[in-house]
């Protein structure tokens, strides 16, 4: 999480990321969505199986595996974006 911004202040850090792409284009967003999504695989393609899955194989992911981090701030991340983004779809048509 970059700094100022930690686990109880993250909501402004949110905050900051929507005023400053509120002339983001669509078509710019997908672009750098897909963007880092590559470049947050590659990051992860880098590590071992056991680094990835084996608990606690790293100090700082404490009695977590790298791999729940990595499927956190991936997949399950896009998940919850996704059903937002629908629910806003719905809002704005009614």
């Known amino acids: 999480m970059p700094s100022p911004y930690n686990w109880k202040t993250y909501g402004a850090m949110n905050i900051g990321f929507w005023e400053k792409h509120q002339n983001t284009s669509y078509d710019k967003s997908k672009e750098m969505v897909k963007d880092s999504h590559k470049k947050v695989m590659v990051l992860i393609e880098e590590f071992t199986d056991v680094e990835l899955f084996e608990k606690k194989h790293f100090n700082w992911t404490g009695t977590s595996s790298l ?17 937002k983004v629908k629910v806003h779809i719905k809002t704005y048509k009614s």
């Open 67 to 83: 791999g729940q981090y990595c499927i956190s701030v991936t997949a399950s991340h896009y998940d919850w974006a996704m059903n």
